[in-house]
């Protein structure tokens, strides 16, 4: 069992990586079998690893990973086969770093900063492996699978801002719910392919942010300010080009 933690936190990050690899050079069925197993995989190591449920501790964190990991799978798609094997090592220290981020604890900004980054990651990566598979007017619509795959870090994120139980799932599903808009707004215009799951991922951080910028006391005025000038740039960009 002290192996299994000493050695657990280095080598599942590279056997979900290289699970995920497999994933990019098959084809959708393969790719399917591979989404599973390491959705399985990043889930019970997980709980292995992190250990039983603290009373009052997070619970989206035991499967923060596995969406990592599904996010990974799904943005190797966007780079051919043979170059994105060359990626297998930053996939895997980026899986290496949200393990080690869960391991360690948010206490404190940095934790915080790291854990949104990680999040964010996630969304990006994520979302843009949906519409390269779905397209944007596919079937299912790729905003309900988009909504699916931030249901889990908007989870981890009200209860690293201090919510538990049915109030930390009710800010969740707020956070989602205005990605998903935003997102179905963005879904009418003809933007370049990089440029959509930039901004979700980008609405994803600013609504977190001001969230946690209002349950810290900040000034009402100064957070609508701050990430209000974050939307006004996101709306700038698309216009921009749009105009492209």
Same mark, same amino acid.
């Given at each position: 069992?002290?192996a299994? &933690?000493r ?10 990586a ?16 591979a989404i599973?197993l390491n =959705? ?9 690893l992190l ?14 990973l ?6 990974a799978?799904l ?5 051919p086969?043979?170059?994105?094997i060359?990626?297998v090592?930053a996939i895997?220290?980026?899986l290496w770093?949200?393990? &080690?981020?869960?391991?360690r604890?948010v206490?404190?900004?940095?934790g915080?900063l790291a854990?949104?980054?990680?999040l ?12 390269r598979?779905v397209?944007?007017a596919g079937?299912?619509?790729p ?10 870090p908007?989870?981890?994120?009200s209860?690293?801002r201090?919510?538990?139980?049915a ?7 707020? &956070?989602?719910?205005?990605v ?8 009418l215009?003809d933007?370049p ?7 979700l991922?980008?609405?994803f &951080?600013?609504w977190?942010?001001a969230?946690?910028? =209002?349950?810290?006391?900040g ?5 609508l300010?701050?990430f209000g000038?974050l ?6 960009v698309?216009?921009l080009?749009?105009?492209?």
């Amino acid at each position: 069992m002290i192996a299994v &933690h000493r050695f657990g936190p280095i080598a599942l990050p590279g056997l979900l990586a290289l699970v995920a690899a497999i994933g990019w050079a098959v084809g959708p069925v393969g790719q399917s079998v591979a989404i599973a197993l390491n =959705l399985s995989l990043a889930g019970f190591a997980s709980a292995l690893l992190l250990g039983p449920a603290r009373p009052g501790g997070s619970y989206a964190r035991y499967a923060t990973l596995a969406v990592a990991a599904l996010a990974a799978s799904l943005a190797g798609r966007l780079i051919p086969a043979g170059p994105a094997i060359i990626l297998v090592p930053a996939i895997w220290l980026y899986l290496w770093w949200v393990l &080690h981020v869960e391991l360690r604890g948010v206490d404190g900004t940095a934790g915080q900063l790291a854990l949104d980054l990680t999040l964010v990651l996630a969304i990006f990566g994520g979302s843009a492996g949906i519409l390269r598979l779905v397209g944007p007017a596919g079937w299912p619509p790729p905003m309900v699978l988009i909504g699916l795959l931030v249901v889990v870090p908007a989870w981890r994120a009200s209860e690293a801002r201090g919510a538990k139980g049915a109030r930390a799932i009710g800010q969740a599903m707020l &956070h989602v719910l205005a990605v998903v808009e935003i997102g179905l707004a963005l879904t009418l215009l003809d933007l370049p392919a990089p440029v959509m799951p930039a901004l979700l991922a980008l609405a994803f &951080h600013t609504w977190n942010g001001a969230a946690d910028a =209002l349950l810290a006391n900040g000034p009402a005025r100064g957070v609508l300010l701050e990430f209000g000038t974050l939307a006004v740039l996101g709306v700038l960009v698309v216009l921009l080009l749009t105009r492209i």
